[in-house]
């Protein structure tokens, strides 16, 4: 989801004189635009889709830096006890 230097980038003003353009480039080429106040960054528009995989991408990173920890903490279980337990406890 690379940002084009001159079509990534826009002012708020711009935003508000040009809100169904810049929406509709956001949906067209399915990137972000990042929206500038006094040329500074100040927030990114994307598409609700394009959110909606980044937000789960996000969500399967924690999981695994969380399962990282564990193994680098050595809280580890062999694969052979884990199915065992597993099935005594569902009694399959």
């Known amino acids: 989801m ?8 826009r002012s708020i003003t711009d935003l508000k ?5 810049i929406l509709k ?3 067209d ?4 635009v990042v929206l500038t106040v006094n040329g500074k960054a100040e927030a990114v528009l ?3 889709k394009e959110y909606e995989n980044i937000s ?4 399967m990173l924690k999981l695994i830096l969380a399962a ?3 193994v680098k903490n050595g809280r ?4 052979k006890d884990f199915f065992r337990e597993f099935r005594s406890d569902k009694k399959i």
């Open 2 to 9: 690379a940002i084009s230097i001159t079509d990534g980038i």
């Open 17 to 21: 004189r040009h809100t169904h353009q």
């Open 25 to 27: 480039q956001v949906h």
């Open 29 to 32: 080429t399915k990137r972000p």
């Open 46 to 48: 994307m598409g609700a």
């Open 56 to 59: 789960g991408a996000f969500a």
């Open 68 to 70: 990282e920890d564990d």
């Open 76 to 79: 580890l279980v062999d694969a």
